[in-house]
């Protein structure tokens, strides 16, 4: 009898682990297919305009600056007192993405910094009481909403200035032992960290994305109190979508990833990922490629680096083809000026995209092998073949059965192109 017994309960561990997987699974496919729907307009998007802007242009050192520098609250001030973006226009910012093709765009609505572009009520660190109360988010929301492009805000969850947040991470005094002393209440930061994002989705009209940005070590998911807030976020912005940064993928590999409650798409940063991203069950993961147009993200005076329109154009296309979206970043002066060599870069890129953009938005990666000159995108049964590097001879694709080929024909005019089996 003990023997039976045993084995009668061995088979229902075995069965509540079944049981237990299995309604994992559903709980996943569930979550799952809501992301792909919430994602569905910006998967079909792909090209998106970043917008880092604050008060670290003054300096023009980058965003990171108060970190980089270990400047103090004190020391950081005269940055703060100073800015005056008297030539921000929204309307052209607007007008500069449209141009470039971009359909959606994210602004910095608070940096790490914790200096706030938007008329918060919980604190006067912000633009407005030194901006004659215009509220720059809400110009950038309406002028962009305008143009027909999607809005999206960032939102740093971390915050140099606040007297609650602790001297961790990166944050400019953290080496400083008579800093740590302070009384840091967690909570009390928490409260004001909820109670700002509760303001910009509550008081600023329908925001297609929210940006968190960002986790790292042990402040990560529930240390943000991650599901309280995304559920707030969610029942003021049900169709929002959210990125991935208010936890972290620690023994992750990076192109295998699971989508969870906490945020809709992954956020590769500076690169491009070697191969499509995809979940443990095959299905891909939408992510995004965040990227600078020169070496930083805030505006940086001395820094002429700049990537070429044509790196930017074969970029996006390494990025369709592998499913995912590319956020291009712009880092507008202290006057509120997008650097001219930006929004040349970005006219050329919308030069392309006026004859090409049939080959991006709405597409996706090709089961076709990527070829040695180049990359694939595919919409439904159409392949486009970006042709990025020099070739010798003709473009081999690879994969493709002639008797199934309708037509070749160059996308930007229209003609036909000639097609052959080869040996």
Same mark, same amino acid.
């Given at each position: 009898?003990?023997?039976?017994?045993?084995? @009668?309960?061995?088979?229902?561990? #075995?069965?509540?682990?079944?049981?237990?997987?299995?309604?994992?699974?559903?709980?996943?496919?569930?979550?799952?297919?809501?992301?792909?729907?919430?994602?569905?307009?910006?998967?079909?998007?792909?090209?998106?305009?970043?917008?880092?802007?604050?008060?670290?242009?003054?300096?023009?050192?980058?965003?990171?600056?108060?970190?980089?520098?270990?400047?103090?609250?004190?020391?950081?001030?005269?940055?703060?007192?100073?800015?005056?973006?008297?030539?921000?226009?929204?309307?052209?910012?607007?007008?500069?993405?449209?141009?470039?093709?971009?359909?959606?765009?994210?602004?910095?609505?608070?940096?790490?910094?914790? *200096?706030?572009?938007?008329?918060?009520?919980?604190?006067?660190?912000?633009?407005?009481?030194?901006?004659?109360?215009?509220?720059?988010?809400?110009?950038?929301?309406?002028? *962009?909403?305008?143009?027909?492009?999607?809005?999206?805000?960032?939102?740093?969850?971390?915050?140099?200035?606040?007297?609650?947040?602790?001297?961790?991470?990166?944050?400019?005094?953290?080496?400083?032992?008579?800093?740590?002393?302070?009384?840091?209440?967690?909570?009390?930061?928490?409260?004001?960290?909820?109670?700002?994002?509760?303001?910009?989705?509550?008081?600023?009209?329908?925001?297609?994305?929210?940006?968190?940005?960002?986790?790292?070590?042990?402040?990560?998911?529930?240390?943000?109190?991650?599901?309280?807030?995304?559920?707030?976020?969610?029942?003021?912005?049900?169709?929002?979508?959210?990125?991935?940064?208010?936890?972290?993928?620690?023994?992750?590999?990076?192109?295998?990833?699971?989508? #969870?409650?906490?945020?809709? *798409?992954?956020?590769?940063?500076?690169?491009?990922?070697?191969?499509?991203?995809?979940?443990?069950?095959?299905?891909?993961?939408?992510?995004?490629?965040?990227?600078?147009? #020169?070496?930083?993200?805030?505006?940086?005076?001395?820094?002429?680096?700049?990537?070429?329109?044509?790196?930017?154009?074969?970029?996006?296309?390494?990025?369709?083809?592998?499913?995912?979206?590319? @956020?291009? #970043?712009?880092?507008?002066?202290?006057?509120?000026?997008?650097?001219?060599?930006?929004?040349?870069?970005?006219?050329?890129?919308?030069?392309?995209?006026?004859?090409?953009?049939?080959?991006?938005?709405?597409?996706?990666?090709?089961?076709?092998?990527?070829?040695?000159?180049?990359?694939?995108?595919?919409?439904?049964?159409?392949?486009?073949?970006?042709?990025?590097?020099?070739?010798?001879?003709?473009?081999?694709?690879?994969?493709?059965?002639?008797?199934?080929?309708?037509?070749?024909?160059?996308?930007?005019?229209?003609?036909?192109?000639?097609?052959?089996?080869?040996?």
């Amino acid at each position: 009898m003990k023997n039976v017994l045993i084995l @009668l309960v061995g088979l229902m561990c #075995n069965a509540f682990v079944l049981v237990g997987q299995e309604a994992a699974l559903k709980d996943y496919t569930s979550n799952y297919e809501q992301v792909m729907n919430r994602t569905q307009w910006w998967r079909e998007a792909r090209f998106g305009m970043f917008i880092h802007f604050g008060a670290y242009s003054v300096p023009a050192r980058g965003e990171w600056v108060k970190s980089n520098e270990r400047l103090t609250t004190e020391q950081y001030q005269k940055y703060i007192d100073t800015f005056n973006p008297a030539d921000f226009d929204a309307k052209v910012w607007a007008k500069t993405a449209k141009a470039a093709g971009m359909k959606y765009a994210v602004l910095t609505a608070k940096h790490h910094d914790g *200096f706030c572009m938007f008329d918060s009520k919980l604190t006067d660190y912000k633009l407005s009481t030194r901006f004659g109360g215009r509220d720059l988010v809400r110009e950038f929301l309406g002028a *962009f909403r305008a143009e027909g492009i999607k809005v999206g805000l960032y939102y740093s969850i971390i915050d140099w200035h606040h007297p609650d947040y602790p001297n961790v991470g990166n944050h400019p005094q953290r080496n400083d032992k008579e800093y740590a002393k302070r009384l840091f209440t967690w909570d009390n930061y928490l409260k004001y960290m909820h109670g700002q994002v509760e303001e910009l989705v509550k008081n600023y009209g329908k925001l297609d994305i929210m940006w968190f940005d960002y986790s790292f070590d042990e402040y990560s998911g529930e240390k943000w109190k991650a599901k309280e807030l995304v559920d707030m976020v969610r029942k003021y912005q049900p169709e929002i979508i959210l990125d991935n940064r208010l936890s972290t993928h620690e023994g992750s590999s990076s192109k295998q990833r699971m989508v #969870n409650t906490l945020g809709d *798409f992954e956020t590769p940063e500076q690169g491009i990922p070697d191969v499509a991203i995809s979940d443990k069950y095959g299905n891909p993961v939408p992510w995004e490629t965040c990227l600078t147009l #020169n070496g930083g993200w805030g505006y940086t005076e001395l820094d002429h680096n700049w990537k070429s329109p044509e790196l930017i154009v074969h970029t996006l296309v390494n990025c369709v083809s592998k499913n995912g979206n590319l @956020l291009l #970043n712009v880092g507008p002066d202290a006057r509120g000026i997008i650097p001219e060599e930006s929004v040349e870069i970005l006219k050329e890129v919308g030069k392309w995209l006026g004859k090409n953009g049939e080959s991006i938005y709405g597409c996706g990666s090709s089961n076709l092998a990527k070829p040695d000159w180049g990359r694939y995108t595919q919409k439904g049964n159409a392949i486009y073949a970006h042709w990025l590097y020099p070739n010798l001879g003709q473009l081999n694709a690879k994969g493709v059965v002639g008797e199934t080929v309708k037509n070749v024909y160059l996308l930007k005019s229209g003609a036909e192109l000639s097609y052959q089996k080869t040996w």
